[in-house]
């Protein structure tokens, strides 16, 4: 028995009670249930109580909160406390199984990854049928480590067990309704049915656990062989997909106890894997990011039960679906009665297109669309919690808009800017209310794009901020918050990342070799398909305007060909390539590669063969160095928050961990020898190539980017 001293730092995460002959444990909701070294005593010490208990005929595991349990902690991941005694798969199952009455897992939140696996080996699990349950290793680079991949097919099937673990998506519990995997489903009062579950149970001296099942599956030698050829192809994979092939066919071939050794050494192996520590990383950061230096944590954020959304443009339309998607009601204004009617039209397209996808049910669809308004008057907005302007780039319109929400919007009402480039702290000042102003940078398509910049201006209020994270997290975005400057975080990045791009082909590779050699890196996109998406036009104005601003600017002079031409991108069908209506694919644009063979020879450029190692260094690079600046000036909290932002918004590999976690792996004395490496090149603006003074002092002080800020 474990003396008073021991059991005091455990009751904070476990609650434990009686009912009657029933011990009920409650795992108290703490950090989502994740099993901290701390949970797992206190579970040990609880479970091994009622064994000891002779008054104790059965034992219901239940949670608070709305995670059942989340699954390993990740913090500890890497440290030596996750394989700290008392062990999942050695101590608490050791336990279990030595146990003559039943634990009963009682599942009505997320159990996820060793939270799924803590479940399937207690004796029997109960469910309602919204609780989610999955095992997402594969995403973080990992296998299941505590029975995952030896559990499931004894409880579903091989074949549904393997759709599961190399998929890494979470289900609902109802789709594994009258699978051995569940005993019953629950109801509206899920404590109250286990224990009238529990109470008739009759008394075994053995109760039943799933390693005693069979896996039963008629062939799996040559169902895995070709799940196994399938996963190899799949670009997508993960450090941890073939490891938990191996660990299926382990399960269907193999007795239960090697199988289960054989598991816990194929993950201790990807967990090992340098490849797979950015997977973690990455998953880490995300969560990171909503912690907000110098937030106070304890401001609660405003009420927020209407949104209000300006401009039915390209991102208003997108931004009204998002809010209608989770429920939120939305009012959609625009000056222009037929913009309107063209974004509901849109806006009913995509919920459409949902229903005929199987994504949502007619029924979801009509109230999701019936939750989008429309209107062109402002006092039809004035009532609501938040407004999100989304017209035009223009700073004299979106003041003209500003000075009117400023007199018509309610006390309180939180005043948003989806501008792109626009200084936040001049909209905020054209009203008498700056603290109530913020940016929400949304990402197009803004019902699709996980990632939200949030932008916090010199007068923005915490409260604000507060509520603009909340909003980010009901609308189950990634939000990172940015300071104020052209660009933000993203695009302020991605302007040099263009631009080194743009370089690399005056020099003499072609826009198929640099998008070629980033996407076999990783990148979902190489930067000439992104612009020939994002339009040209774009990047033009963006170019024009810094052309204005620093006329000794160097920009690359390639982009003005394809202005000249008229070559927008997809949109006009030529661009950087041609895009060939119904084309999957883009194809060379011939008339540019003429026209850039004569733009060579005009400036005196022999073209040379480029590398896809340098074309890829140098992209990712011109990431570090303007991320390095962000960081300095504060406009980023930390490297993390930067990696994040590329994670969920401009499709960089997750396989990597982000452009500041690829220099920091690679080490910033390599990171700043390729740099002066590439000024040394002397094509387009070697200046740029100065490393930043904050790459250079961390790396004189042997520190790396996550380093920094770290402490603050
Ligand atoms: P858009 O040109 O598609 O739509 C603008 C809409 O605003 C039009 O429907 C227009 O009728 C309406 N409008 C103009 N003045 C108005 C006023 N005074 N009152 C009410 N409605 C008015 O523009 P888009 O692409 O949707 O961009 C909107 C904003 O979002 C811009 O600030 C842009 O920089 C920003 N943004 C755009 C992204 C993109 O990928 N297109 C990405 C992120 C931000």
């Known amino acids: 028995m474990p003396d008073d001293a021991e059991r005091a730092t455990t009751v904070e995460v476990l609650r434990v009670e009686r009912k009657g002959a029933i011990s009920v444990l409650t795992m108290t909701g703490a950090n989502m249930n994740a099993l901290s070294r701390r949970l797992r005593a206190a579970l040990f010490d609880a479970m091994a109580d009622a064994a000891d208990d002779p008054t104790v005929h059965a034992v219901l595991l239940a949670a608070d909160g709305p ?335 500003f000075q009117a929400l400023d007199r018509t919007m309610k006390p309180g009402a939180i005043l948003a800017t989806n501008t792109s480039t626009l200084d936040i702290d001049r909209i905020a000042a054209f009203t008498s209310r700056p603290a109530d102003v913020v940016g929400l940078h949304f990402f197009n398509p803004a019902n699709v794009m996980r990632l939200l910049e949030v932008v916090r201006g010199k007068a923005t209020a915490d409260s604000v901020l507060a509520t603009a994270l909340a909003f980010g997290k009901r609308l189950r975005k990634v939000s990172v918050v940015a300071g104020v400057c052209d660009g933000f975080i993203g695009n302020r990045m991605v302007e040099q990342y263009l631009r080194q791009a743009q370089f690399l082909v005056e020099e003499g590779a072609s826009p198929t070799e640099v998008d070629g050699a980033l996407e076999r890196w990783g990148m979902a996109m190489g930067p000439f398909r992104m612009m020939d998406l994002a339009g040209n036009d774009v990047n033009d104005a963006i170019r024009q305007r810094r052309r204005a601003e620093k006329p000794d600017a160097i920009l690359a002079d390639i982009p003005d060909i394809l202005t000249a031409n008229g070559w927008l991108g997809q949109k006009s069908g030529t661009g950087w390539y041609s895009h060939p209506p119904g084309a999957r694919r883009p194809v060379e644009n011939a008339e540019l590669t003429a026209a850039l063979a004569q733009w060579r020879a005009e400036n005196g450029i022999v073209p040379r063969r480029i590398k896809a190692e340098e074309i890829v260094d140098r992209c990712i690079l011109a990431l570090v160095n303007e991320g390095a600046a962000l960081l300095a000036e504060g406009i980023a909290s930390r490297a993390s928050d930067i990696d994040v932002v590329y994670l969920t918004g401009y499709g960089f590999p997750s396989a990597k961990g982000g452009p500041m976690h690829v220099a920091d792996r690679l080490g910033l004395r390599p990171v700043l020898r390729r740099m002066r490496a590439f000024a040394a090149i002397g094509h387009g603006d070697p200046g740029f190539w100065t490393p930043h003074p904050l790459l250079t002092r961390l790396a004189a002080d042997l520190k790396s980017l996550s380093e920094h800020g770290a402490s603050e």
């Not at 009238?196 to 895995?224: I, W």
């Not at 941890?240 to 193999?254: E, M, N, R, S």
Request: proline share 7%; aromatic share 4%.
């Open 67 to 401: 995670a059942w349990c989340a699954g390993a902690d990740l913090k500890e991941m890497d440290s030596p406390e996750s394989e700290a005694d008392p062990s999942l798969q050695e101590a608490i199952f050791g336990l279990i199984r030595s146990m003559d009455k039943p634990i009963i897992a009682v599942i009505a939140g997320a159990a996820l990854g060793g939270g799924f696996e803590l479940a399937l080996g207690c004796h029997h699990r109960l469910a309602t049928r919204n609780a989610r349950i999955g095992l997402p290793e594969v995403t973080l680079g990992l296998l299941p480590g505590a029975g995952g991949t030896q559990h499931l097919p004894r409880a579903i099937g091989l074949e549904a067990a393997a759709n599961a673990i190399l998929s890494g998506r979470t289900d609902r519990a109802a789709a594994f309704e009258g699978t051995a995997l569940f005993d019953a489903m629950l109801g509206d009062n899920p404590l109250a049915e286990a224990l009238a579950f529990a109470e008739t149970l009759p008394r075994a001296a053995q109760p039943p656990l799933l390693r005693d099942r069979p896996v039963g599956h008629p062939n799996p030698e040559a169902y895995l062989k070709a799940v196994r050829m399938a996963v190899e192809g799949n670009p997508r994979r993960t450090s941890g997909h073939l490891p938990a092939v191996d660990c299926l066919l382990a399960a269907a071939t193999k007795p239960y106890e090697q199988g289960m050794a054989f598991e816990y050494a194929a993950f201790r192996a990807a967990r090992a894997d340098r490849a797979s520590e950015p997977f973690r990383y990455a998953f880490l950061a995300e969560r990171r990011a909503a912690q907000v230096p110098g937030l106070d944590p304890a401001v609660k954020p405003r009420p927020l039960d209407s949104v209000a959304v300006i401009g039915a443009g390209v991102m208003g339309r997108g931004i009204a679906l998002a809010c209608a998607q989770v429920g939120l009601p939305v009012i959609l204004m625009d000056q222009a009665e037929d913009a309107l009617s063209r974004a509901m039209a849109a806006i009913a397209k995509t919920i459409g297109d949902g229903v005929a996808r199987g994504r949502t049910t007619e029924a979801e669809a009509a109230r999701t669309l019936s939750l989008v308004a429309t209107a062109t008057d402002p006092d039809a907005i004035a009532g609501c919690d938040l407004v999100i302007e989304a017209v035009v780039e223009t700073m004299a319109v979106k003041q003209a808009v």
